[in-house]
């Protein structure tokens, strides 16, 4: 019998977000799949990997398969290395073993894990997605203010989406991934006198909480996510 894959959203930083499901799944797995940026083997670059050790130690017992996932815009490389990572993942899943692939955040939401369940999904394997925290909904209850309300509508806007004509929808605009163009974020929310708050790192070790424009810096890491509310004026 094939193995199955499931993809494990393991929350933003904090390994108290954790969900019960999650542990358990990974805990049944025989394979610990981990996204990373190359294949030196330096599991410790691994931020999902981090975050599951913090709750579930023995996990570094498990056997890996590292999957490379590196942040470039070479569709036709991209490709390539997704499917080469499909077909590692069929091989362990022919022999019978079930596959965790632990991704941030949740699995649905701008994740890595998607590349390879797709592939082995359209080839007739079995799988399976467990839904993790979001980085948006961990980031608001941590600045300890609610996302929308009523019928206010929210955006979720990934960085290269264009920030002009995200900053314009109604309600509350989600920035994912837009640190390294803060100087242009900080002029259009100023332009727009909209209200901001953002969160670096959130749940981690390092984490870093803004809640005005004011307060943030000039540069900010990949793991920033932005709160815009107010409407454009």
Known sequence: ?????????VGPGDPELLTLKAVQTIRQCEILA?????LDGDVEKCVAYQIVLGAL???AQKEKLLLSMPMIKDKERLKKIHDEGAKDAAALLNSGKNIA???????????????IHKRLKSQGY????VPGVPSFCSAAA?????????????HIIPGSYSLEEGLDLPGTRILMKSGRNMPRV???IRKRGLEIY?????????????????????????YSLLIVKGDTK
């Open 126 to 129: 079995a799988t399976a997605l």
């Open 186 to 188: 900080k002029e259009e």
């Open 198 to 222: 953002m969160v670096e790192n959130c749940g981690m070790e390092n984490e870093r909480i803004y809640k005005s424009i004011e307060e943030m810096p000039k540069d900010a890491g990949y």
């Open 142 to 154: 941590r600045m300890d203010i609610g996302l929308v309300e009523n019928r206010e509508q929210m």
């Open 1 to 9: 019998m094939k193995g199955t894959f499931y993809g494990v959203g």
């Open 101 to 115: 692939f632990i991704t941030l955040g949740d699995p649905t939401v701008y994740s890595t894990c998607l590349y």
């Open 34 to 38: 981990l996204p990373i940026s190359d």
């Open 57 to 59: 130690p023995e996990a």
